[in-house]
């Protein structure tokens, strides 16, 4: 196996290309208290994020739709996968968590073990163009969390 | 036998091109991205580097020796470029950042002083957001109507829906000379025919036009030409706008400052004759020089030769995407320039520029800054392969090849 392969599966995971073929979470929620639009104005990419939050503060349900590569879909779904369930709260730290460890150069892992799938992401690290598609997600996140109305970006 | 004496001569075009040389990911770099922005030719570079070395100074200020070699220079790419696309004068030749200022020069100063609410600008469908986003701020600004011409599944301008568009409201027809995100060649004699019959001006887009094919814009015929000089194996930083003498001399400036003016006082300020009357300001003087450079180089090879060339590659490369499996390809235009537009199976175009760097193929990615071209054809995007004369069809088998590996990621 040549080394290019090797690095290139770095990238694309078995559990990232699992969900980018079949992502979990994905359509519309009707009854969303929370939403938001993602762009990445790179690429044209869009996506829309859905959230059921409860009145404790739980996000209870989440979705998106939307069409993008296989990392920004992968990174929505996992992210989906990740957050329903938890506190806004929580949410909002793995949002700099997932943000954090794909912009610096940090190498520490998270104690967290809900984060170990998240882990999935970190090839993405050595690839600077598309650390933009997998944080596109994170982003829509933390804007529906802070009910903005502007779309997020990346930029 | 020996090899047709243009495919030798690519050889030898390939090597004057120092960034070609160079290995990404351990391959030998395979540059397909010409079309964003075309790499320079060691002449380029070193005109370039001399300059900055030897002649800098101020132009069209200094009386001093190395002020008058700048001016030198620099009025010297000036006539190159004239020649280069047999403007009837120098001063037709506006030297700009680029296509794009080139366009918004003629949006906000031939264009916003005279456009009337209910007056229609018309572009096509293929055009880059260089093309459209300045007539629809300008349409803003006066309430004139912009209005868009439809194109087919191939990718070619539907032209009789399009004369049909234009008519007694119809004030300028914008329109590319060769699409960027499809390369389909739009058939600029057609619409001129038409639009001159009604009195009507024709910018053409050449920011793609120029590196591939032979401009002789009294030829075209049309009223305004807009190009970038790093489409053309020069530096970013520099473009040109040519229009005709009687209607760039009618024209209010674009920009005030140094250089464009003969005498200012408080109370009134003369300006200075064309072109200098569109440039304010010190210009990119180095970046003109290299521009110069480029053209010297193109004009030695030959835009004949170069367009015969890519002609051939381009041919090539349809027929050998067109055995890779699960390839769909966008633009298949019977008149068409050096780029390929296409996806592979449901692979994101994203996804495929990062396997197909890791393989040393440089491809561009995404909508090309044509949106509505994308949105044509119900897709976010596509992988663009772009081809110069410094390509070759071993460039083409790289490509491909890559493109199987990137089926198998994806199996």
């Known amino acids: 196996m040549s080394e290019s392969q090797t690095d290139m599966q770095d990238l694309y995971r078995e559990l990232i290309l699992d969900h980018s073929r079949n992502p979990r979470h994905f359509g519309r929620l009707s009854d969303a208290t929370h939403t938001a639009d993602g762009i990445n104005p790179l690429c044209g990419d869009k996506l829309k994020l859905y959230l059921r939050v409860d009145d404790r503060g739980r996000i209870e349900s989440s979705s998106f739709e939307g069409s993008g590569c296989a990392i920004s879909v992968a990174s929505a779904s996992l992210m989906t996968v990740t957050v329903t369930g938890i506190g806004i709260d929580q949410a909002e730290s793995y949002f700099e968590e997932v943000t954090q460890r794909l912009t610096s150069d940090r190498t520490e892992v998270s104690s967290d073990s809900s984060y170990d799938k998240l882990q999935a992401l970190d090839g993405v690290r050595a690839y600077p163009a598309r650390v933009k598609c997998a944080t596109l997600a994170w982003h829509a996140l933390h804007s529906a969390l802070e009910n903005k109305t502007t779309p997020a970006t990346t930029e | 036998m020996s090899a047709p004496a243009h495919i030798t001569a690519s050889a030898s075009w390939r090597s004057d091109f120092p960034a070609l040389h160079q290995k990404v990911h351990g391959r030998p770099l395979v540059y397909l991205d010409s079309a964003a922005s075309a790499q320079q030719p060691a002449s380029v570079i070193d005109a370039i580097a001399r300059y ?51 366009i918004n020069l003629v949006a906000q100063s031939f264009c916003r002083p005279r456009l009337q609410a209910g007056d229609k600008i018309v572009i096509t469908h293929l055009e880059h957001h260089a093309n459209i986003v300045p007539w629809q701020l300008v349409c803003e600004q006066t309430g004139a109507e912009l209005v868009v011409a439809p194109i087919n599944d191939r990718g070619e301008v539907e032209l009789e829906q399009m004369l049909e568009l234009i008519d007694d409201r119809t004030f300028l027809i914008a329109v590319a000379h060769v699409a960027n995100a499809l390369g389909t060649v739009c058939p600029i004699s057609r619409i001129v025919e038409h639009a001159g019959a009604r009195g009507i001006p024709v910018l053409v887009d050449g920011a793609q036009g120029v590196p591939h094919l032979e401009v002789d814009v009294q030829a075209l015929g049309c009223d305004f030409y807009a190009f970038s ?156 392969a772009s081809l110069a004369f410094y390509n070759n069809r071993d460039d083409v088998d790289r490509l491909t090849a890559a493109l199987g590996k990137a089926s198998e990621i994806f199996a």
């Open chain 2, 229 to 384: 000089g790093h489409k053309m194996f020069g530096p970013t930083g520099t473009g040109v706008l040519w229009g005709r003498e009687e209607l760039l001399d009618a024209m209010p400036p674009w920009q005030g400052g140094g250089d464009m003016i003969l005498e200012v006082s408080f109370d009134k300020t003369t300006y200075n004759e064309l072109p200098y009357k569109f440039e304010a300001g010190t210009p990119n003087i180095a970046g003109v020089v290299g521009l110069g450079a480029a053209i010297e180089y193109l004009q030695a090879i030959g835009m004949q030769n170069i367009a015969d060339y890519e002609h051939d590659l381009h041919t090539y490369m349809v027929s050998e995407l067109k055995k890779v499996d699960g390839i769909r390809l966008f633009g298949e235009a019977r008149d068409q320039a050096s780029v390929q537009s296409f996806l592979l199976a449901d692979i994101h175009s994203h996804d495929l520029g990062t396997i197909l760097d890791h393989q040393g193929v440089a491809i561009r990615t995404g909508h090309h800054c044509a949106m509505p071209v994308m949105q044509r054809f119900g897709i976010s995007g596509t992988a663009r």
């Open chain 2, 52 to 102: 900055e070395r030897e002649d800098h100074a101020n132009v069209h200020r200094g009386v001093h020796t190395l002020s008058h070699r700048a001016t030198e220079a620099y009025e010297g790419s000036r006539d190159r470029i004239r020649d280069f696309i047999n403007a009837r004068s120098r001063s037709e030749v506006v030297l700009t950042s680029g296509t794009t200022e080139s």
